[in-house]
């Protein structure tokens, strides 16, 4: 296990939530699921990247037949003055009067939960539900109802357990935090 301190790029990140932490709060979120959903017939939608690990480690713990897709949002610069406009893309699958369970790495200040939420409604589940590994409830703006949080953290940056620094540290299977921020 990388113990102790790790540099990326120029920051310094020191272990924060070791993985025995993680997973326990992913079995606890697991037996909810699993005790909620399971006779609702849910489909997981995994945000990319962020997401990966945190949607593994959970699903192979969901104790009946799951549905799994991965959707990413892609930027593109707006046409209009809106600027930078961020589209879910992937969804193949038909979503109408579905349980949809987005899994998201963190909810921070809650712009792309939001964007994420309002483009799935389009397309009409029967529910929304959300279950995040980390939130920053300091930092979040959009008041979105989180069904399963795995973690509360304060505002500071992290990296590891999906969760990247310029693409750089979502290996890790610990959370870092970084120094002197
Ligand atoms: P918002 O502010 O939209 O942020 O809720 C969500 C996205 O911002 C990224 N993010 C982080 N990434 N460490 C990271 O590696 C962090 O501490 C952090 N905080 C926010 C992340 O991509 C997330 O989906
Ligand atoms: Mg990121």
Redesign the pocket.
């Known amino acids: 296990m990388p113990s102790g301190r790790i540099k990326v790029h120029d920051k310094t990140f020191e272990i924060f939530i070791d993985e025995s932490e993680i997973q326990k709060e992913v079995a606890r979120i697991a037996g909810e699921i699993n005790r909620d959903l399971a006779d609702r017939d849910p489909v997981f939608l995994g945000?990319l990247n962020?997401?990966f690990m945190f949607a593994s480690d959970l699903f192979k713990q969901m104790d009946f037949p799951v549905q799994i897709s991965f959707l990413k949002?892609a930027s593109y610069a707006g046409t209009s003055s809106t600027g930078t406009v961020k589209q879910l893309i992937g969804i193949n699958m038909d979503l109408k009067d579905r349980v949809v369970v987005v899994i998201?790495?963190?909810?921070?200040?809650?712009?792309?939960?939001?964007?994420i939420l309002r483009q799935l409604s389009g397309y009409q589940p029967e529910a929304l539900i959300v279950a995040t590994f980390?939130h920053?409830p300091e930092?979040?703006i959009?008041k979105i109802p989180l069904d399963y949080v795995g973690i509360r953290?304060p505002n500071?940056?992290?990296?590891g357990y999906g969760?990247?620094?310029n693409g750089y540290?979502?290996n890790f299977k610990d959370l870092y935090?970084?120094v002197g921020d």
């Open positions: 945000i962020g997401a949002l998201e790495d963190i909810v921070d200040t809650g712009v792309t939960l939001d964007t980390l920053k930092a979040t959009h953290i500071k940056f992290v990296i969760l990247d620094y540290g979502r935090a970084v």
